[in-house]
């Protein structure tokens, strides 16, 4: 209990993480859903910022060419997997937007439902 | 640095590339044969690499991709086992692309072939990234790009069935790469690096009470990419997806997609954790009975669905379960086992969703009722039928008897080796239970109704189907060489 309390960033992502899941698994509303989606990625990018930190230190940016050493900077590989992580998460995002466009002009409704097939069919 | 070793590189980017060249011609037959081209050079590409490392002393290499050397940069990773997945890949997916044109010509509106063709070549890429890759970051963002693609050839179809199937299955995609994403930021937090074999180094030296994290994340990967492959309990998205898209895409989904993940978790396994950390954990048991259950469970549904193409898509799900059961095991026999089987499940299921396609088109329907006698109109695609059954079956002669015996070898050295043979045998029997009636029905002269008679194979669809056949007997006749490389390939993948 007491570490979950000190990595306290880390403890929120997850649960986060496990709000967005749920969400993405039970609910019927494709927009939820996606949404839902979005709080998964966004929690683990959370996570991976987190990693990165480190308290006291400053920017991996060398200025007036001086290198203050590597005590003196934050990890920048972690804000890299982020970056990446937004660009996939966009694409995804995107993706099942258009998805739900088609299923919406199908169906004409937004709730992923076996009650809706079996009108239809 | 021999030519050779830019092949992996090159394997990858060349469909890539030649995805870009499809929009611009806006033709389908321009677009059909610059995918084909594509995959006749990624496979030759291929066999010249399984030459090349056949005579290569390390049995592996790695490419550095950009400038910065091993705990920085970035890197791709080739031995026996990836080159001979690549190169199955490779032959699998142009014939079923052959298989399913004409499928492909009457489902997919003409002025969206050009993309359907675009997907296949980025599906390609994507799964030839995971196989070569040796950083477990690009394999995530390789990972989505396959799940999109994959997704996108389900939905070229645009009927209501196919839309409903490719939410589901992108639904579940996303969780699996979800859980995945967690688990590689759990792991890069731990061991302080992404490329494969650096992780290894750092888990092996790692002090103790590390344990949990470890285990969480070998959980989050198993599951994530269970869910994408479909193992028996994430399995509901599959029979959908596959059974309701076009037949080539279900040839390809079926027979590559599900092989391209469970090969980065065979890679997983042995290169990032290592076998013997995997033991000390207790995960392999988890994995073991849960293919066990697959492939009993998956061959169960398959016994009451009525869609053909419905039935052969819950065959896949026991195959995937055997395969599984093989990784389970944790030995290198049962590692052989699944590594072949992936090889025997891609050339034997592609073929069963050909024939079945042609089936559908004589028939005009969907239902297994309703295909009496049509081996008689159709010959090509009922012999087709009837060795990939009986491959899958497991009958000598075929891939599938190999690899049965294969399993039941590596199955003796187990603590639970009754248990499994006990499970083989039932899946077996049912397999036969639900594959032989479609036998007979498709070879009876009774009742044959309202058949399209006017239906004539097409020669591109009777070439592919024979070599289908051919490699069906290749395997099951002369699959000494092909083991032995696996074997060889299996030891330079930790």
């Known amino acids: 209990m007491g570490s979950l309390l000190i990595n306290y960033y880390e403890s929120i992502s997850v649960i986060l993480f496990g709000i967005g899941f749920s969400i993405l698994l039970l609910h019927k509303n494709l927009i939820r859903k996606i949404i839902g989606m979005n709080i998964m990625d966004v929690s683990i990018f959370l996570f991976l910022a987190v990693k990165g930190y480190v308290s006291g230190r400053e920017v991996p940016i060398i200025e007036g060419n001086i290198f203050q050493g590597t005590d003196y900077y934050i990890n920048p590989l972690p804000g890299g997997l982020v970056l990446t992580g937004i660009v996939v998460s966009v694409c995804m995002t995107a993706f099942a937007l258009a998805l739900t466009q088609k299923y919406y002009e199908k169906y004409n409704t937004l709730d992923l439902d076996e009650e809706v097939f079996r009108k239809r069919s | ?494």
């Open chain 2, 1 to 494: 640095m021999a030519y050779q070793q830019h092949i992996p590189f090159l394997s990858i980017f060349i469909p890539l590339i030649f995805a870009i060249f499809i929009p611009l011609f806006k033709n389908r037959k321009a677009a059909k044969l610059i995918t084909l081209s594509s995959i006749i050079v990624e496979f030759i590409l291929s066999a010249i690499l399984i030459t090349y490392l056949n005579n290569y002393e390390q049995g592996f290499f790695t490419y550095q991709l950009g400038h910065y050397p091993a705990p920085w940069g970035n890197e791709l990773r080739a031995g026996l086992f990836e080159a001979i997945i690549a190169l199955t890949f490779g032959i699998i997916m142009f014939l079923s692309i052959l298989g399913g044109s004409k499928g492909i010509e009457h489902d997919i509106k003409e002025r969206k072939q050009p993309f359907y063709y675009l997907m296949l070549n980025l599906l390609l890429a994507s799964l030839l990234a995971l196989v070569y890759t040796n950083d477990i970051f690009t394999a995530y963002v390789f990972l989505e790009i396959n799940a999109v693609a994959a997704c996108a050839i389900v939905i070229a179809k645009e009927s209501g069935d196919t839309i409903k199937a490719t939410i589901k299955y992108f639904i579940m995609g996303v969780l699996g790469s979800g859980l995945y994403l967690l688990a590689v930021a759990i792991l890069y937090s731990i061991t302080g690096h992404l490329l494969m074999s650096n992780m290894r180094d750092a888990i092996l030296n790692l002090p103790t009470g590390y344990e949990i994290p470890m285990i969480v994340a070998m959980v989050l990967i198993v599951v994530g990419l269970a869910v994408k492959s479909a193992l028996f309990p994430f399995h509901t998205w599959l029979p959908d997806a596959h059974g309701s898209a076009t037949s080539s895409a279900s040839a390809i989904l079926s027979g590559l997609v599900l092989k391209g993940y469970i090969i980065l978790l065979i890679k997983i396994i042995c290169r990032v954790y290592g076998i013997e950390t995997i033991e000390r954990l207790n995960i392999l048991p988890i994995i073991l009975i849960l293919g066990l259950l697959g492939m009993i469970l998956g061959s169960v549904y398959a016994l009451v669905q009525k869609d053909l193409k419905k039935m052969i898509a819950y065959s896949s799900v026991a195959q995937i379960g055997y395969i599984y059961l093989g990784i389970g095991l944790g030995t290198s026999a049962g590692l052989l086992a699944s590594g072949f089987h992936i090889i025997v499940h891609a050339a034997t299921k592609s073929m069963l969703f050909i024939a079945s396609g042609n089936f559908i088109e004589i028939t005009g329907s969907k239902k297994i009722e309703d295909l009496n006698g049509v081996a008689h109109t159709d010959p090509k695609s009922g012999l087709s039928f009837l060795i990939g059954s009986l491959s899958m079956i497991g009958i000598p002669l075929f891939g599938g008897f190999v690899s049965k015996l294969l399993f039941i070898d590596s199955a003796l050295d187990s603590n639970l080796s009754i248990i499994i043979l006990i499970g083989l045998a039932i899946s077996t029997m049912l397999n036969g239970m639900y594959y032989i009636p479609v036998l007979l029905r498709i070879y009876s002269k009774k009742d044959m109704i309202k058949h399209n008679l006017e239906f004539k194979s097409s020669d591109v669809v009777k070439y592919s189907l024979n070599r289908l056949i051919f490699i069906n007997v290749i395997l099951g006749i002369f699959s000494k060489p092909i083991l032995n490389a696996i074997l060889e390939g299996i030891k330079n993948l930790g």
